[in-house]
């Protein structure tokens, strides 16, 4: 087990810069000073939800008796809906928080930095590296640290972009969410159907 190539992926499916527009649309009503608090405040909350399922989540699922088939169809479920307000914003926002209101675990928490494709990915290398916990804790806050430096400068890319390009980008991801989200609940149900 590489623990390089491991926290590159889960970097990838943490997708910091896909969520980038989302977050700056969450946290834009906010004062600066309490944005980069409660941004924070629900990285270090993602963190510890990783890292719950990447030594719990076996005996989590088990007890609620969810198979992993079940977490893929319902987190391809969910990020379809999120995608698809993405591409079609309608005047409120897309995350269902009211203008001005904060965050608070859901949705930037969960399912954004520690979405389902994530800790589906996190059980999954669990039950394939039973007795390298530690290595896999290790590529988990590795990918995490990528991901919180991309969100805590999230004025850079803001700049950089402005907020046309913020709403392109946006809405390209939307699309690449509507295909990432259809692949995760048809992988669930040839899961399911395979079992």
Do not use: C
Not at 26 to 36: F, G, S
Not at 47 to 56: K, R, S, T, V, W
Not at 74 to 97: D, E, R
Not at 165 to 179: H, P, Q, S
């Amino acid at each position: 087990m590489e623990i390089f190539s491991i926290a590159t992926m889960l970097f990838l499916i943490m997708d910091p810069l896909g969520n980038l527009p989302v977050v700056l649309s969450i946290l834009k009503h906010l004062d600066p000073k309490r944005r980069r608090i409660v941004l924070l405040r629900e990285l270090i909350v993602a963190l510890l939800i990783l890292m719950l399922f990447l030594f719990a989540g076996r005996n989590i699922l088990g007890f609620l008796h969810v198979s992993p088939e079940t977490l893929s169809i319902s987190g391809g479920v969910i990020l379809f809906i999120i995608a698809i307000k993405m591409i079609f914003p309608s005047a409120g926002s897309i995350t269902g928080l009211a203008a001005g209101e904060e965050p608070y675990i859901v949705p930037m928490a969960i399912p954004m930095i520690a979405g389902p494709s994530l800790i589906a990915s996190l059980l999954l290398l669990s039950s394939q590296y039973p007795d390298q916990l530690p290595e896999l804790a290790l590529a988990v806050f590795l990918a995490w640290v990528g991901t919180f430096f991309i969100l805590m400068f999230y004025g850079f890319f803001h700049k950089i972009l402005g907020e046309r390009g913020l709403k392109a980008i946006e809405r390209l991801m939307g699309l690449l969410l509507v295909m990432v989200s259809t692949q995760m609940f048809l992988d669930g149900v040839k899961s399911y159907m395979a079992s």
